[in-house]
Nanobody
Framework: HVQLVESGGGSVQAGGSLTLSCAAS??????????MAWFRQAPGQEREGVAA???????????FYADSVKGRFTISADKAKRTMTLQMTGLKPEDTATYYC??????????????????????WGQGTQVTVS
């Protein structure tokens, strides 16, 4: 059974920073063998993959970012706490959206196209709102 709970959303002025967290409950899995990702969706727009990471093999160093957030957002994972974090800096009004934590797996890695679609992700959090003005 997998549960994901996001936290850390809020309102910030353009240029500001926010950090989102996703607490992953993966009680039946001894290792974090899921591709973890952040997606976002703004009203009237399609869901967009933001960043992905495979915590199960952290030494892999494989992380993926959407072009729109590269250099501004950083995804990380704390294996001991089973918590994934998205540090967002240099926020822009176009970053305004509801941000969702998602998990796909169990898998052995995050594929290169992990941000292309959320359809392969079987587990989702409830979402947290980020508003940039």
């Amino acid at each position: 059974h997998v549960q994901l709970v996001e936290s850390g959303g809020g309102s910030v002025q353009a240029g500001g920073s926010l950090t989102l967290s996703c607490a992953a409950s993966l009680s039946v899995y001894p290792t974090w063998c899921f591709c973890m990702a952040w997606f976002r969706q703004a009203p009237g727009q399609e869901r967009e993959g933001v960043a992905a990471i495979y915590p199960g093999n952290y030494n892999d160093g494989r992380r993926f970012y959407a072009d729109s957030v590269k250099g501004r957002f950083t995804i990380s994972a704390d294996k001991a706490k089973r918590t994934m974090t998205l540090q967002m800096t240099g926020l822009k009004p176009e970053d305004t959206a509801t941000y969702y934590c998602a998990a796909k797996g169990p898998v052995s890695t995050c594929a290169f196209n992990s941000l292309n679609s959320g359809d392969d992700y079987g587990y989702w959090g409830q979402g947290t709102q980020v508003t940039v003005s």
